[in-house]
Structure formats: structure tokens, C-alpha cells
């Protein structure tokens, strides 16, 4: 990992306060200083946007980690934002549940962080995105008062729908204190299907899975450097390509698909699927939601491109052109790739071979950001990518929420 | 008015507004209609650019606007509170573009939900929300309320499957949110302005997502003795992590008017029935399926009849869907309720609206969405009578009064409207309300679209100006 050399919020003062009120206190006096709010939890996600535009304090959440309610028949939770995934995990497994959501830092996310940035991973395909999944939140506003939206039942339009607005707004809209989830019952069986592909077989093999006769949760495809950073004694590691296909059902639905999708692929591309059956699988779902947040030790910057679905093999192609031993990911199905730009690369490099991407990604409607570089670097580098049309609204929608600029200032899209 | 009047038909050109009284009419409310007020004007515009004009002009004028789809909003979503120009969007309905391979299609507000999944329907796709009023609701009107459906409960609601809107401000400017690509980096404006109930400007565009058809159905019949033995079942089978494609409930009432509108067989001596539908592939399925039938034979289901054919679905998810139509048969009038409960407080819920009833001596009977807690009380009378009226009204605020004390909340896919206004300050504290005015600030700042909907604005303590306020600071 890189240790950022400007510090950003690091010099700055750490309170950790112990319930929401002393949070609310917190934040109302800063307010009135016109200091700046930076909530935090186990550190996993400094990285991402820009250094803070003001100094402030930082707030750190982990003890805001009550389970507040479980019903565990109604499949909801509401607990506190600071709890963290791992113990949340535990506490929804207990009841055979879970939250279909994957976690690139599943040993310290905590939930408040991981809607903060919204993140997911391969299984968004087939499960949807963290957004989905939340249908009451509280937070904390510019006032120091805990406010709320949405409520504890799994359908409801009573008011706007604040869940969605603060899913990904990185902690610029408030401190979120309390969030309720829609979980799902643990899928009974899973299984991850992995197929070697030499470069001209891709696109093909993307199309062929996009009609498949099955319903896959996750399609990713891994550059030869990014399997071998992920698994270094991989047997695929010599194809262009790894396709994993992932599915979860009942135990019946799953080997149907296996054996189906094998059948498609011999058909299709002659050639042959290795299945890996629930219980090994594991590892591999796990490796595939952690590569974005896991670059290789020397990597100078992670970059996150968004396409059209049907773009991901060209782009897919192009990254490995523009950086050769770049680790390569993409969420197939979903049009999400992810790369890590390798070391010794100089900066003057790094910049040309990212603007232009960016540019093609422009060009296919699309985007680039950067999840983590250099803190030095992140003035020169597209950090959250081209400017949206609707910048001028998310601006409106910030200045009417969060006028005095309190929240994570200056870390957001168009240094919000 | 008449300047106004001349300055919309310069834009829409003639034959594109409705002006005489008699006409308006129609326009006076939706499927709410406890509450009436005309408009000065409903204005068809066929284009963006005309929606912008219409809007400018409407500020030029000082007048409010409210957003129309097919009205069949059920809290008066489309009621013109104050009067003023209605913006029908019946006739953009253009299906722009569908793009099988990115899973994504491009629609005009006005197209009516049913169309684009019976267009999709050749290549195997659909539009997943599916209220039950598909046939006649529009896309926009979808967007507007974040409609749901019986098939919502595995497939999600219409936020779920809404990928961008275009929308014109209601300053009369047009803005992009979202697209046809997932993950733009910024606020999810989309995820807010599904369901703002057209306050936040008109949606002139909508990128949706599109489902695969699920392979095979086992659609079942469930036949109870007592609407408890029926709920109950509903929450083990939750319980037991089976999420099936829909699982509606119908109570006896509802059944008699049913099988006299379309014969489908239901069991008339039944306390209750539930449809209960897995689907999906086909590998699994009748296991699915089995579990299911043996939680409701637990239940004391006294038979579970399965669908042998696609056309005996087809006819028994008809008869569900026009479930609401067949009512007239039993009442002059009914009103439609809407409120959520946890799942596992379906069996209470019920029992109260049994003890509502009675109290109120109004008959209610029973037909929604069971799976997600969605209840849908309908409450009968006849409106000539002021009397009825006002039993009706206080026994449909008494069930909504419980659903918020179980932790629920007063609608779960029609909305706050015009009509449960007064039930926002009882879900929400003033904060809670003043943030909400603030989003609507950052929008409609004049609140000039769609005024008097969904938050109240009675109560000068929570219309605060705050946010103006600390910026000025
Ligand atoms: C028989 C019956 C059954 C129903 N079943 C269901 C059900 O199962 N699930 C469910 O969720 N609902 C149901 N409803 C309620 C209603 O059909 C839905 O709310 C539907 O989405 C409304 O669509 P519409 O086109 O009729 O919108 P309208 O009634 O015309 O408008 C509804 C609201 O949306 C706004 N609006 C409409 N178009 C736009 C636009 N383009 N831009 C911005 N705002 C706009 C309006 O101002 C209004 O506030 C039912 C209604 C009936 C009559």
C-alpha cells in the first residue's frame, strides 16, 4: 500500500465520541468555529478523493456501533453506522442471512464508510448495488441534530428518499449515524465457474455470457497481471484472459448452471469451464471483491473506469495496452473496470496514459476515477473523472444541505 | 388567464390544450377523489422543449404547475391544489431506444408501463415493477411515486431499476441525471427524484433497466380457513429465507367480487387466499415450490392448487390485478389504502383493520402486495353520504395511526399526495421535515411545482428558511 506523503487529515485532531449526542455536540461546535467534520472508522477509505480543502477534526464513528434492532424474520437490521462489517456480518450469518453487498476491506469497513464511498463488487450483477439494500437512515446534520428518512420496513415512498442521496456521497452530506438494511437469507449454494480465454476470444465470450441460458451473479473477467497478483500460482495464469462466473441459487439451480453454462462455453468457444464448487469458491469471491482496494505493493494509482457492459472488452483490451503488467479487473456484466498502474512508471507517464483514457471513457459516455494515488498526485490526476452535466445541481443540492461547507470539504466531486 | 392560455398554445400549437370548464372535469383529480379542484388549464406538450417552454411560461406568469401522467395516482398526486396549468404527459410516449445488450431502454414519460414489457416480451426482457395498474400508469407517473408491484418483492421497486432521468427544472431548465451507465461518480440525484412525487421538476426522459424474463413460474393457490392462518403463513415462508417472485393476499370479500368478474374458480367459502409465485430457472424451482406448499399446509391451508397452465396464471394474476375494478361491484364508492407493517405484523395488522372496520361499521376488505408488508385496506361507502365519508376517513387514519405505532410506515408505494400530508409531521420530526424542505429547496426553490404535496407546509415551525439563512452568514 502507498503511504500518502501529504498527510491531508492526518495531523489533524481525532475525537471519538461515545454516543450520538456527544457526535451532535461535536459537530454543532465545530460549526460554529467553521471548522470542518471528517468522520472516519478503521481508516480504509483516506485514500479516496481529494486532499480535504480545510482543517477540521476528524470524527471517528467506531463506537457509534450499537445493534439498535434485528427482527431477524421481517429481514431487516438497524444498526449504527460505526459497527463494522465483520461483526455485522457475523450477527446476520447467525440467523442465515446476509447482505448481498461485497466488501473490497471486508477486516475493517465499517457500514458508515462503505455507503460513504458505495461500495460493491462482482455479486452487484446479480444482486444489486448497496443502494438497494438501505431503507432508513439517520444522520447527523449541520446543526449537530440527528435527522432521519426512510423507516424500518421494506417498502415505504413516505418522504424523499435520503437513503439513495447519501449512498456514495462520501460523508458530505452529513455524519451517518444509524442506517437500516433489507438483508437477504444466505443463498444456499454457490459455485464460481472459471474459464481461460486467449485475447481474441473475449469479446466473444462476453457476448456469449450476456445470453446465457443461466442467470449468473457476477461476471469479472482478470488480465494475466492480475491474476497472478491475486493468485501468483494460478494455473490460468497463462491465458490472456480469466472469465469467472459466479451463481448462487439453491443447490439444484446451481449445478444446472454449471453444467449449462460448461455445455455453452464448449459449444460456443470450444472451450473447457473449471468449476469451482461451493465451500473452495470462496477464496475466489473474496479475491475478486478485495482486488480494488488491494493494489500491488508497488503500485502508484488505482483507476476505476465505467463503461457500457457491451465496452468492457475493448477497455478492458485498451488498459492493457496503455499500461502493459497492469493488473486488470472488470465487473463484466455491470461495465466496471479497475486497474493498478504499475510501479517505476514516471508520473509524466502515469498522467498521459490516464487522460487518455479517460478521454475514450468520455467518448462512450463514460468515466475514469482515481481511487488511490499519491496524495501529491491527485492535483494533476482526474480524481473524480469529467465533470457530469448535473454538476451544477449537485452543487445546489450541497449548498442547501450542508451550506457552511462542514462536511469532508473539498474531498468530493469538483472539490464539493 | 387568457394571455397565459395563448402563450401555452404558442407553444403546444392548437388542439394541445384543454381550457373549457367542461373538460376539466377530468382533470379535477386522479384515483384519489375525496379531494377535487380544477386546473385553469392541462397543456399536451410532445416534446422536452415544449415541457421547458410551458414551464418558463408558467413562471412568467406566476402560476404553479403539476406533472400528469395517466392519473391513477391513488393520494391525489395530481390534485391542483391551487388551480393552474396541469403538464399531461399522455402524449410522449415514445419508447426511444432499447439496448438488449446493456440491459438498458430510454423511454418518454408518458409511455404506459405495460407497453414497454409487452414490447421487450420477443427478446425475453420486461421492465421489473409491475404495479397493478400497469395497464393504464405511465413510466413517468412510475418514477414520480416509486411504484411498486406484486412481483417487487424479489425484483425491487421502481427506484431499483431506474438508471438516469431527464427532467425539467421547475425554473424551466433541463438537466441529465444518471444515464445509461452505472457508477458516475457524484450525488445520486436519480435515487431522489424517483419518488418525489413531482416536485423536484417533470421527468421528460427515463433510462430504465431491463430484466430478464424469469424461465419458469409455479404459480400456487393457497386456500385458508381465517385470514390468520393466511398471514401467518406469509411470515414463515419469509422467515424460512424463501423470497418468492410475489405473494399477494386476498380475503373473502374481495374473493366474491372477483369470481363474479371473471369466474376463475376462487374458493367462495374461503377465509382467505394467497397467490404465492416462485420463478426463475427451472432447475429447483418444484422444490421451491414444495417448501412452500408444505409451510401453508402447516398454516392449515385446507388445499394449495398450483397453475397447470400459462393461461391459468395468466387469468389469475389478470383477476389480481384488476382486483381494484371489481370492488365496484361491492360499493358506489371505495377507498384504496396504502400502508406497510413489519412482515411478521401482518397477522395484528389484519386483525386490527377487522376491529376497525367494525368500529367504524364500515366493511374493508383486503387484496395487496403480503410479501413486503404492504397493506391495501380498501374501505367501502357511498360518497353521496357525508356520514360514510367521514367514517371512512377516520377509520382509514386509525389503520395508518397503527401501522406507525408497529413501526411501519402510511404508504409503501402510492405516496403522501395531497392525501396523508397530515401524516408526515406523526412519522417525522420538524428536522426531519426541515431537511426534506431543504432538498426541495435545492430543486424547486419556489416550490411553484407542484405546490401543497407531500410536505407539509402548515406549521410555519417547520417551513424554516435555515439553509438561506447559514449561507448568509
Ligand atoms: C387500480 C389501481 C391499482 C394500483 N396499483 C398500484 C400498485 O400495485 N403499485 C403502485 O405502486 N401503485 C399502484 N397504483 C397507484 C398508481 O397507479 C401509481 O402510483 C402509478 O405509478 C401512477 O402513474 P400515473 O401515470 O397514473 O401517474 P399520475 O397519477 O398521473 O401521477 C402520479 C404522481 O406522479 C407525478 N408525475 C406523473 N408524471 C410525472 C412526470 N413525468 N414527471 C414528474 N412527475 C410526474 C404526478 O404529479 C403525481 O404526483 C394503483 C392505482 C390504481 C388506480
Redesign the pocket.
Known amino acids: 500500500m502507498i503511504q500518502p506523503k501529504n498527510t491531508g487529515e492526518l495531523g489533524m485532531e481525532v475525537r471519538k465520541p461515545a454516543s450520538v449526542e456527544e457526535a451532535g455536540e461535536i459537530i454543532r461546535r465545530a460549526a460554529q468555529a467553521r471548522a470542518a467534520i471528517f468522520p472516519f472508522g478503521n481508516d480504509s477509505k483516506r485514500h479516496i478523493g481529494f486532499t480535504p480543502s480545510k482543517m477540521g477534526l476528524r470524527l471517528n464513528t467506531l463506537n457509534l456501533n450499537r445493534l439498535v434492532d434485528y427482527p431477524a424474520r421481517d429481514m431487516t437490521v438497524t444498526v449504527q453506522a460505526g459497527i463494522s462489517m465483520k461483526l455485522l456480518r457475523g450477527i446476520l450469518a447467525k440467523e442465515g442471512q446476509c447482505l448481498p453487498v461485497d466488501d473490497p476491506c471486508p477486516d475493517q469497513s465499517t457500514l458508515g464508510g462503505m455507503l460513504a464511498v458505495n461500495c460493491n463488487g462482482p455479486r452487484r450483477f446479480g444482486w444489486g448495488t448497496l443502494r438497494d439494500y438501505v431503507i432508513g437512515i439517520s444522520v447527523i446534520n449541520d446543526e449537530g441534530k440527528e435527522t432521519k428518512a426512510g423507516g424500518r420496513v421494506v417498502k415505504n415512498v413516505a418522504g424523499y428518499d435520503f437513503c439513495k442521496l447519501h449512498t456514495g456521497a462520501l460523508g458530505t452530506l452529513g455524519l451517518i449515524s444509524q442506517v437500516t438494511l433489507k438483508v437477504r437469507p444466505k443463498p444456499e449454494s454457490s459455485a464460481m465457474a472459471v474459464i481461460g480465454l486467449n485475447q481474441k476470444d473475449l469479446e466473444p465470450a462476453l457476448d456469449l455470457v450476456h445470453g446465457t441460458a443461466t442467470r449468473p451473479v457476477s461476471i469479472d473477467i482478470l488480465n494475466q497481471a492480475a491474476v497472478r497478483h491475486l493468485k501468483p500460482d494460478s494455473s490460468n495464469a497463462s491465458k490472456d484472459w480469466t472469465l469467472l462466473i459466479g451463481f448462487e441459487h439453491n443447490e439444484k439451480a446451481v449445478a444446472w448452471q454449471c453444467e449449462t453454462l460448461m455445455e455453452e462455453v464448449r459449444q460456443g468457444l470450444g472451450r473447457e469451464t473449471q468449476v469451482i464448487p461451493k465451500g473452495k469458491d470462496q477464496a475466489i469471491w473474496e479475491s475478486l471483491a478485495r482486488f480494488q482496494a488491494a493494489p500491488p505493493a508497488d503500485s502508484q494509482a488505482t483507476f476505476k473506469i465505467n463503461v457500457a457492459p457491451a465496452k468492457v472488452a475493448a477497455f478492458a483490451t485498451l488498459i492493457d495496452e496503455t499500461f502493459p503488467l497492469c493488473p486488470v479487473q472488470a465487473h463484466a456484466g455491470s461495465g466496471i473496470l479497475f486497474g493498478h498502474v504499475p510501479g517505476a512508471l514516471p508520473f509524466a507517464e502515469v498522467h498521459r496514459g490516464i487522460q487518455s483514457l479517460l478521454e475514450k471513457a468520455k467518448r462512450s459516455l463514460g468515466n475514469l476515477t482515481i481511487l488511490h494515488c499519491h496524495e501529491d498526485w491527485k492535483n494533476d490526476l482526474p480524481v473524480w473523472g469529467a465533470p457530469r452535466d448535473d454538476l451544477f445541481l449537485m452543487r445546489k443540492v450541497k449548498e442547501s444541505l450542508d451550506p457552511m461547507g462542514l462536511f469532508n470539504p473539498g474531498r468530493f466531486v469538483d472539490r464539493i | 388567464m387568457k394571455p397565459l392560455f395563448d402563450k401555452l398554445e404558442s407553444i403546444v400549437g392548437p388542439g394541445a390544450l384543454i381550457t373549457a370548464s367542461s373538460e376539466l372535469l377530468v382533470y379535477e383529480c ?2 384519489f377523489t375525496i379531494e377535487k379542484n380544477k386546473p385553469d388549464v392541462v397543456v399536451f406538450p410532445k416534446t422536452t422543449q415544449e415541457v421547458a417552454e410551458i414551464v418558463r411560461a408558467c413562471n412568467a406568469f406566476g402560476v404553479p404547475f ?9 393520494a391525489g ?2 390534485l391542483p391544489v391551487g388551480g393552474g396549468v396541469v403538464i399531461s ?1 399522455a402524449r410522449m410516449k415514445k419508447i426511444l431506444e432499447v439496448d438488449y445488450r446493456n440491459r438498458c431502454a430510454l423511454v418518454e ?1 408518458g409511455v404506459i408501463n405495460l407497453w414497454l414489457t409487452n414490447h421487450m416480451k420477443p427478446h425475453g426482457y420486461h421492465f421489473a415493477p409491475d ?3 400497469q395497464g ?3 413510466i ?6 416509486n ?3 406484486p412481483h417487487t418483492l424479489k425484483y425491487g421497486v421502481t427506484v431499483n431499476h431506474i438508471l438516469g432521468v431527464e427532467l425539467v427544472l421547475p425554473d424551466g431548465s433541463i438537466v441529465r441525471t444518471g444515464g445509461p451507465i452505472e457508477d458516475n461518480p457524484g450525488y445520486d440525484l436519480t435515487g431522489v427524484i424517483v419518488g418525489s ?2 416536485t423536484f ?4 426522459k427515463t433510462w430504465v433497466r431491463i430484466t430478464r424474463n424469469p424461465v419458469a413460474y409455479r404459480t400456487l393457490l393457497g386456500v385458508f380457513e381465517t385470514v390468520d392462518d393466511a398471514t401467518n403463513t406469509i411470515s414463515e415462508i419469509i422467515g424460512a429465507g424463501i423470497i418468492p417472485g410475489a405473494l399477494e393476499m386476498l380475503d373473502q370479500m374481495i374473493l366474491g367480487a372477483l369470481e363474479e368478474a371473471f369466474h376463475f374458480g376462487f374458493p367462495l367459502d374461503a377465509g382467505a387466499i394467497l397467490i404465492m409465485e416462485v420463478d426463475g430457472l427451472k432447475a429447483g424451482l418444484d422444490e421451491e415450490a414444495e417448501r412452500i406448499t408444505a409451510i401453508a399446509k402447516k398454516n392449515g391451508a385446507r388445499e394449495v392448487r398450483q397453475a397447470d397452465s400459462d393461461a391459468q396464471r395468466t387469468l389469475l394474476w389478470k383477476a389480481r390485478k384488476q382486483a ?2 371489481a370492488v365496484g361491484r361491492l360499493a358506489p364508492s371505495f377507498c384504496t389504502q396504502d400502508g406497510v407493517v413489519p412482515r411478521s405484523m401482518l397477522p395484528h395488522i389484519l386483525r386490527e383493520i377487522q376491529r376497525i372496520g367494525k368500529k367504524y361499521d364500515t366493511r374493508i376488505c383486503n387484496v395487496f402486495h403480503a410479501g413486503d408488508g404492504n397493506i391495501h385496506p380498501i374501505l367501502l361507502f357511498d360518497e353521496r353520504d357525508p356520514e360514510q365519508v367521514k367514517r371512512v376517513l377516520a377509520a382509514s387514519h386509525e389503520i395508518l395511526d397503527e401501522c406507525i405505532r408497529v413501526g411501519g410506515s402510511v404508504t409503501g ?3 403522501i ?1 395531497v392525501e396523508k400530508i397530515d401524516f408526515m409531521p406523526k412519522l417525522f420530526s420538524p428536522e426531519d421535515l426541515g431537511m426534506m424542505i431543504r432538498l426541495r429547496n435545492a430543486f424547486n426553490p419556489r416550490n411553484n411545482c ?1 405546490p401543497h ?1 407531500m410536505l407539509p407546509t402548515s406549521g410555519a415551525c417547520v417551513e424554516t428558511t435555515r439553509a438561506g439563512r447559514m449561507a448568509a452568514l
Open positions: 386522479d384515483g403539476i406533472p400528469r401522467g395517466a392519473g391513477t395516482s391513488l398526486g395530481c404527459l414519460p404495479p397493478s395498474s393504464a400508469c405511465t413517468g407517473g412510475n418514477v414520480a411515486t411504484s411498486g408491484g412525487e413531482g421538476g417533470v421527468a421528460v381494484f375494478g408505494e402510492h405516496g399526495g407542484s404535496k
